[in-house]
T-cell receptor, first 115, second 111 residues
Framework: GAGVSQTPSNKVTEKGKYVELRCDPI?????LYWYRQSLGQGPEFLIY????????DSGLPNDRFFAVRPEGSVSTLKIQRTERGDSAVYLC?????????????FGPGTRLTVL | KQEVTQIPAALSVPEGENLVLNCSFT??????LQWFRQDPGKGLTSLLL?????REQTSGRLNASLDKSSGRSTLYIAASQPGDSATYLC??????????FGPGTRLSVLP
């Protein structure tokens, strides 16, 4: 079946602009995760959804970052007033159930560049 | 705070060699550990998932072991091939909490 998909694959924006990144998880997966990966580093956790609710948003760096999952499937990561330091690859993953007891499946990522 | 390290940071071996990648974590109270592969410019592909109650998992030429008490996991790759060249990452989690990733080991298998 289809894996996790993310759009766009690349996004270039100017400092101060607003961006939205979309994630389509594997059908039937209740848990969805957002990570951010900088060059040469492992992914860094941002937020975890169980169904429609954010079960853990402790990784969001500041209030410019926000994510939603209104119907428990597709999720959107929103970044306001982008800064050059937000440039990274944003990865989305889903698992059948949450709680860290299931295998995570990752999408290809969105490469965000803030000029 | 959980911290995950991986040694070596980079490794280059000739084709056909067996090799071991290491992952260490500071908090042994984990729920599971997962090994991933990442090709340049791509997302992560899951290789093996080890639950905390397990000591190892095998898939084809890959074998991952877990020693929770000492905070270590190893990924063993048998008879390496050029197609195995990628970055290998390990990640750990406590139940109900987020995954914490290591920085990865960049593997090059030379033909």
């Amino acid at each position: 079946g289809a894996g996790v998909s993310q759009t766009p694959s690349n996004k270039v924006t100017e400092k101060g602009k607003y961006v939205e990144l979309r994630c389509d998880p594997i059908s039937g997966h209740t848990a969805l995760y957002w990570y951010r990966q900088s060059l040469g580093q492992g992914p860094e956790f941002l937020i975890y959804f169980q169904g429609t609710g954010a079960a853990d948003d402790s990784g969001l760096p500041n209030d410019r970052f926000f994510a939603v999952r209104p119907e428990g499937s597709v999720s959107t990561l929103k970044i306001q007033r982008t800064e050059r330091g937000d440039s990274a690859v944003y990865l989305c993953a889903s698992s059948l159930m949450g709680g860290g007891n299931n295998e995570q499946f990752f999408g290809p990522g969105t490469r965000l560049t803030v000029l | 705070k959980q911290e995950v390290t991986q040694i070596p940071a980079a490794l280059s071996v000739p084709e056909g060699e067996n090799l071991v990648l290491n992952c260490s974590f500071t908090d042994s109270a984990i729920y599971n550990l997962q090994w991933f592969r990442q090709d340049p410019g791509k997302g992560l592909t899951s290789l093996l998932l080890i639950q905390s109650s397990q000591r190892e998992q095998t898939s084809g030429r890959l074998n991952a072991s877990l020693d929770k008490s000492s905070g270590r996991s190893t990924l063993y790759i048998a008879a390496s091939q050029p197609g195995d060249s990628a970055t290998y990452l390990c990640a750990v989690t406590k139940y109900g909490q987020n995954f914490v990733f290591g920085p990865g080991t960049r593997l090059s298998v030379l033909p």
